[in-house]
């Protein structure tokens, strides 16, 4: 017999001072409540109840059990209100990864706006660049810049993850605004660093792909650093040229603090998704900040980029 349902019968036998009423609670016949109370004696080796023709009563062993009984049977009530609750509200923690530059300047920012809708949700942010093993590390969604690998995952679309070469005004001013790739070699080219090696700047227009040109790597730069925010903070005290993401760039830009120039050089824009494993169990939390980031982020999201120059 199943021994939950066991402690429920005895403890509404209890409670009823009898056994007529707790299988009408049940359904049940007294035959039946009388098997379920013999099955919990069993199980005790004690006996729980004395009868007589007027009455029945708790033994000691029973009075004890029977207040165990109710303990544990609101621990699971509350269990499984908990788990509805769940299933209903969005509510718990959240672990999330994305990116450096794109998580902290506008997933961040939209994750805050999120917290604000939902008071009952946490979210912890692990911004880096490196593939994160989502189900080894625990988390509950990813953004992934590039090509997916066919990993089992569900891939929700967002903007293209684009590149940006720009300058400060008063670098242009000063050095003049580079035409071509090759104009580059009389400039300050900020370069980003992946553990001691500079990542060369390659360009290539249409025009070149057309004609069969490969791509224009560039001198090497007095000043890298694995940082893009280190670098834009160099672009914008008017040090250099430097190569970053959009999603950097992209305020510096529509405030004119930056001017993107060399447009036609740029290298494709690459996908970007807020992937998920297909085990993850679809919980309210999860699904309402699925469903906030693609709205925020997705394909038809524009960043305020300014003309391009």
């Given at each position: 017999m199943d021994k939950l349902r066991s402690m429920e019968i005895f403890v509404a036998v209890v409670d009823a001072g009898n056994f007529t009423a707790a299988a009408s609670a049940f359904q049940l016949s007294p035959v039946m409540v009388g098997k379920h109370i013999a099955h919990l004696e069993a199980t005790?080796?004690?006996?729980?109840?004395?009868?007589?023709t007027r009455r029945q009563s708790l033994t000691e062993i029973g009075a004890q059990y029977v207040e165990q009984c109710r303990a544990i049977l609101a621990q699971i009530a509350a269990a499984e209100t908990g788990a509805e609750a769940m299933r209903s509200v969005p509510r718990g923690r959240l672990r999330i990864t994305a990116p450096v530059s794109f998580g902290s300047e506008w997933l961040a920012p939209?994750?805050?706006?999120?917290?604000r809708l939902h008071p009952e949700v946490g979210v912890d942010l692990s911004l880096n660049d490196r593939m994160v093993d989502m189900v080894e590390e625990g988390y509950d969604a990813a953004v992934r810049i590039g090509a997916l690998d066919d990993s089992g995952m569900i891939a929700?679309?967002?903007f293209n993850y684009g590149m940006a070469i720009c300058a400060s005004p008063a670098y242009l001013k000063k050095h003049g605004t580079p035409q071509t790739p090759d104009d580059l070699a009389h400039h300050e080219c900020l370069d980003f660093m992946v553990g001691a090696v500079g990542v060369r700047w390659?360009?290539?227009s249409v025009h070149d792909v057309h004609h069969g040109r490969g791509k224009r790597a560039l001198p090497a730069s007095r000043f890298r650093t694995n940082s893009g925010q280190a670098l834009r903070a160099a672009a914008l005290k008017g040090f250099g040229i430097l190569m970053q993401a959009e999603v950097l760039l992209a305020q510096d830009?529509?405030?004119?603090?930056?001017?993107p120039i060399l447009c036609d050089y740029l290298p494709p824009a690459r996908p970007m998704n807020l992937v998920y494993s297909r085990d993850r169990r679809a919980t309210p939390k999860l699904t309402t900040f699925i469903d906030f980031v693609v709205e925020r982020f997705g394909p038809a999201a524009a960043l305020p980029l300014a003309s391009s120059a």
């Open positions: 005790l080796g004690a006996r729980l109840l004395t009868r007589t939209a994750i805050s706006d999120y917290l929700r679309p967002l390659r360009l290539q830009i529509a405030a004119g603090r930056l001017v």
